[in-house]
T-cell receptor, first 113, second 116 residues
Framework: NAGVMQNPRHLVRRRGQEARLRCSPM?????VYWYRQLPEEGLKFMVY????????ESGMPKERFSAEFPKEGPSILRIQQVVRGDSAAYFC???????????FGEGSRLTVL | DQQVKQNSPSLSVQEGRISILNCDYT??????FLWYKKYPAEGPTFLIS?????DKNEDGRFTVFLNKSAKHLSLHIVPSQPGDSAVYFC???????????????FGQGTILTVHP
């Protein structure tokens, strides 16, 4: 049973470009979370999604960031017009149930030049 | 506003000795606490948890203690092994009203180094 798969593992973008990060949850998991870790900090909650629904996006910046979890395919975290402050590790986690244990992926490291 | 704090950025311990990692929180609504372990270039992995109705939970070499009045929890690893060297994150969640889910609030992490 494969774990949570994230890609790309590393992504380099110039300021103003778009970044798309993908997350395939563990098989059978329908709850997906995105967390961001800035340098020297802990992980911070961004968004919680179930299939085709955004449940809680209270941790998402109001502009430029969006997330989706379509009926088919991986969850996508999209960052438009990236800025240097977006450079971070973005972790996806999935869970089999509402209060289930979170299983984290290995993260996608975004570097904005 | 840092609701979960790990005030020690790093800890160095000799193999076989006890490692004690500390965590403080400010939000009294938190009622479930977790410890995650993270190796470089990997995602966090769940280690152990404790509900606020308990003051201790033990799993093998790992024990978590919770002091609600002090809003403090600690992770004890005994005996420590070189393979325990990693970053340890404390996390908390509020299950109030039954509407909680995996919306964890993490501390900044403590780098544990266990020397052979």
């Amino acid at each position: 049973n494969a774990g949570v798969m994230q890609n790309p593992r590393h992504l380099v973008r110039r300021r103003g470009q778009e970044a798309r990060l993908r997350c395939s949850p563990m098989k059978g998991h329908s709850h997906v979370y995105w967390y961001r870790q800035l340098p020297e900090e802990g992980l911070k909650f961004m968004v919680y999604l179930q299939k085709e629904n955004i449940i809680d996006e209270s941790g998402m910046p109001k502009e430029r960031f969006s997330a989706e979890f379509p009926k088919e395919g991986p969850s996508i975290l999209r960052i438009q017009q990236v800025v240097r402050g977006d450079s971070a590790a973005y972790f996806c986690a999935s869970s089999p149930a509402l209060l289930g244990e979170l299983f984290f992926g290995e993260g996608s490291r975004l570097t904005v030049l | 506003d840092q609701q979960v704090k790990q005030n020690s950025p790093s800890l160095s311990v000799q193999e076989g000795r006890i490692s004690i990692l500390n965590c403080d929180y400010t939000n009294s609504m938190f009622d479930y606490f977790l410890w995650y372990k993270k190796y470089p270039a990997e995602g966090p992995t769940f280690l152990i948890s404790i509900s606020s109705i308990k003051d201790k939970n033990e799993d093998g070499r790992f024990t978590v203690f919770l002091n609600k009045s002090a809003k403090h929890l600690s992770l004890h690893i005994v005996p420590s092994q070189p393979g325990d060297s990693a970053v340890y994150f404390c996390a908390a969640v509020s299950n109030a009203g039954g509407t909680s889910y995996g919306k964890l609030t993490f501390g900044q992490g403590t780098i544990l180094t266990v020397h052979p």
